[in-house]
């Protein structure tokens, strides 16, 4: 079982940077990639980036290459979302998600851990 805290998130002003963290735990050592998702209430939930286990790997959907890098400090077990450039339709709950393939790539394909999410308003 895998546990996932998520904080990080806040208010920012559009074009503004924000970074995420995932804190993760397991009782198994077994490896697990993690994800992060986004919602906007009454939308479908969105995949944003994925990390394997080493940190080594990633895997991002299109629309956030080149805005929001993911990666991960194997110390402390957490992963990181930072976001740059940020936009109004930035704004929504972000979710991490941990399972134990890699990548992780779409809603189809996220684990069965989540976090509790972390709000992230971007004000234009």
């Known amino acids: 079982q895998v546990q996932l805290v998520e904080s990080g998130g806040g208010l920012v002003q559009a074009g503004g940077s924000l970074r995420l963290s995932c804190a993760t735990s397991?009782?198994?050592?077994?490896?697990?990639?993690v994800a992060w998702f986004r919602q906007v209430p009454g939308k479908d939930r969105e995949f944003l980036a994925s990390?394997?286990?080493?940190?080594?790997?990633?895997y991002y959907v299109d629309s956030v290459k080149g805005r929001f890098t993911i990666s991960k400090d194997t110390a402390k077990n957490t992963v990181y979302l930072q976001m740059s450039s940020l936009k109004p339709e930035d704004t929504a709950i972000y979710y991490c998600?941990?399972?134990?393939?890699?990548?992780?790539?779409?809603?189809?394909?996220?684990?069965?851990?989540w976090g509790q999410g972390t709000r992230v308003t971007v004000s234009s």
């Open positions: 990390i394997d286990a080493t940190g080594r790997s990633t």
């Open positions: 397991a009782r198994t050592s077994s490896p697990y990639a």
């Open positions: 998600n941990a399972d134990a393939q890699f990548p992780i790539s779409g809603d189809s394909l996220a684990g069965p851990y």
